[in-house]
């Protein structure tokens, strides 16, 4: 939610690279961003002898504020802004774009997530007389800030004594008129790192924001404000105290940000899964073999007490949970419960010191989640999160992590963390059954070998993609389609589903097959598009003459069936009115190929429809608010 960046450069404003000029490393930032959200945009510049902040911004996406800016360009800098907005308080119109001006056009301020007792400070600094442009809760920040600094004559200050007074969750960046080298940042519950450059640095909601210029990054904890000048990051907490970052290296360079060729974010990151399973499996075995998962700091001998494992999660990460559950409780024989993050802290759950709590998100910032991991840790329980980009909020507030390696997802819709969730928890799975005793070494062996086989039989379903992608453009007209698996393709059935809402804005849900006909099977007439994941012939469940006979039930009723089947599954062919085909696959391993057409379906339904694939509409790729 809400894209942030800030910087600042010695060299900046002299006869400088253009590259190195403010207005541009924020609007690369911006651009890299974007994926966070797309309402509008705009950006805010100091200097010395700026009298008043340079400022610009624009409802929609980035390149109409890019059109106003090429329109009437703004002055060189040495210091800037820059803000991509999903809007929560007032519409995404050109007034509430970010940034929001104070202190007589001097201040700017930026803001990410939800000030919530904005409406009482409103009232206060009404009644004092100052006048609102906006609807925002942002702009009650920013006159806040301007009072602030009034009486403390110190932007640093001003910052912490502003974040006190505010409710909510928020990332806040300002410049000011009078330090036209500084920004200031603070930050509760919401994302803000620090890039370390030389006589330059970066603020950013990630890495993304600066990884153009630098690898060099820096952690803030949650309640901090940190000030950034070309040659200094200081940071200090919320009552003021002096506080350091952590430092680390990004893993991953900017190319692996850019489409690469490809027609979307989304292209480019459906043909990285191979990759991202390989990654996520790579280096967690030791010389022997065993499953060794150096950063789990959690106790061993607690591990091997835990009586029960609840998932947490939102979105795709929640059916990557899911599918996870069949394969834990199968090998280790632990009841796991998956609940939405956003459902778990509000129904009493019964968490104690013997529940392991698994938190999934590729973001690491999802407020829901992040708020579930708050209250499973005060419950008492130890919570490991499986998360994809470092440096990120869940994983510091978590006792242990593990990193899925997908590399930096920027479509809004998931699609490799998704594989690479499930491969994290396959492994989170492995591991439990080897400390616990539940599996012999020999059948966590034979367990990696089929999961160390899934990158190249994803490949070859991405290499049969173009026949989905014919499908799916003769099926521009539809308007709803539903999905059915059963077992560890349920979840996957409620992913295709997903997929097909988010990206083609078409009606489409996902049901355990064997529910058709306690009532969903009412809805299928004649034409339904209906996609049915079949299970192995050789699935030990049984379940695969029982979805046989669920897609004769609803082909008998009109439904025109898509089946998802293995291939030299000649059973299926009689009853499927198109058949996309995966490589034979042990039944756990089956949702790491069959999601695969259902990503590329989506995909190219929304592309026929010309529809932005990338960033969908009324979303953003982190959900930083609840
Ligand atoms: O970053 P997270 O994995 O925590 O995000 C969770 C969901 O918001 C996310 O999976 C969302 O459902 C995607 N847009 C689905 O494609």
């Excluded at 690898?215 to 200090?236: C, G, N, R, W, Y």
Aim: hydrophobic letters at 45%.
């Amino acid at each position: 939610m809400c894209g942030i960046v800030g910087y600042t450069g010695r060299q900046a404003a002299a006869a400088v690279e253009p590259s190195t000029r403010p207005l541009e490393v924020v609007m690369e930032g911006l651009r890299r961003l974007e994926y966070r959200g797309y309402d509008s945009a705009g950006v805010a510049l100091v200097a010395p002898g700026f009298d008043q902040v340079a400022w610009a911004k624009k409802s929609g996406k980035l390149s109409n504020l890019a059109a106003v800016i090429d329109a009437s360009p703004l002055p060189d800098a040495t210091a800037a802004i820059g803000h991509t907005r999903w809007a929560t308080h007032g519409g995404p119109t050109d007034l509430n774009a970010h940034p929001h001006l104070a202190d007589d056009g001097r201040l700017a301020v930026i803001h990410n997530g939800i000030i919530e007792n904005f409406a009482e400070l409103k009232a206060e600094l009404l009644d004092q007389g100052v006048t609102f442009l906006s609807e925002t809760d942002t702009e009650v920040a920013a006159q806040l800030l301007a009072r602030n600094y009034r009486s403390a004559g110190n932007l640093t200050e001003a910052m912490r004594i502003t974040a006190t007074m505010l409710r909510g969750t928020f990332t806040l960046l300002a410049v000011h008129t009078d330090n036209p080298h500084t920004v200031v940042g603070a930050r509760h519950d919401s994302p803000l790192v620090v890039g370390i450059g030389e006589g330059e640095n970066f603020l950013g909601s990630d890495v993304a924001a600066f990884i153009a210029y630098t690898k060099e990054a820096m952690e803030l904890a949650q309640d901090q404000i940190v000030t950034i000048t070309p040659d200094s990051i200081d940071i200090i907490d919320f009552t003021g105290a002096r506080a350091e970052g952590k430092r680390y290296t990004v893993d991953w360079d900017a190319n692996a940000a850019e489409k690469g060729g490809f027609s979307s974010f989304m292209d480019k990151e459906i043909h990285d899964q191979p990759q991202a399973v390989a990654d996520t499996l790579r280096g967690r075995t030791d010389a022997s073999g065993h499953i060794q998962l150096d950063e789990i700091r959690i106790d061993e001998a607690l591990l091997r007490s835990v009586d029960k494992i609840i998932v947490i999660a939102c979105g795709t990460a929640a059916y990557a949970g899911q599918v996870a559950k069949y394969a834990i409780e199968h090998w280790c024989r632990i009841p796991v419960e998956v609940e939405l993050a956003h459902e778990f802290r509000y129904r009493d759950p019964i968490v104690d010191a013997q529940t392991l709590v698994v938190a999934i998100s590729q973001s690491g910032e999802t407020m829901d989640t992040l708020m579930a991991v708050r209250h499973a840790r005060e419950q008492g329980a130890k919570v490991l999160s499986i998360v994809n980009a470092h440096g990120s909020t869940i994983p510091r507030e978590s006792d242990a992590v593990l990193y899925t390696h997908a590399g930096p997802e920027i479509a809004v819709a998931s699609t490799k963390a998704f594989l690479a969730q499930i491969t994290a928890a396959y492994l989170l799975g492995m591991y439990l059954a080897q400390l616990r005793g539940n599996k012999f070494s020999d059948e966590i062996d034979a367990l990696l070998r089929e999961l160390r086989a899934i990158p190249e039989k994803v490949e070859t379903v991405i290499q049969r993609g173009e026949y989905v992608k014919a499908t799916a453009r003769s099926m521009k007209q539809a308007t709803s389609v539903l999905f059915l698996g059963r077992h560890v393709s349920y979840p996957v059935a409620m992913e295709g589903a997903l997929k097909l809402k988010e990206l083609a804005y078409i009606h489409a849900e996902g049901f355990a097959a064997g529910e058709l006909k306690h009532g969903p099977i009412a809805l299928i007439d004649e034409g339904q598009p209906v996609f049915v994941i079949v299970p192995s012939p050789r699935s030990r469940t049984g379940l695969h003459s029982k979805v046989v006979s669920n897609i004769q039930e609803v082909r008998a009723r009109g439904a025109k069936t898509f089946v998802i089947a293995e291939d030299g599954d000649d059973t299926v062919v009689p009853y499927a009115d198109e058949i996309f085909w995966i490589p034979q696959a042990p039944t756990l391993m089956q949702p790491l190929l069959a999601a695969i057409p259902l990503q590329i379906f989506a995909m190219e339904l929304a592309t026929v429809k010309g529809l932005d694939v990338d960033q969908p509409r009324n979303l953003a790729k982190s959900v930083t608010v609840e």
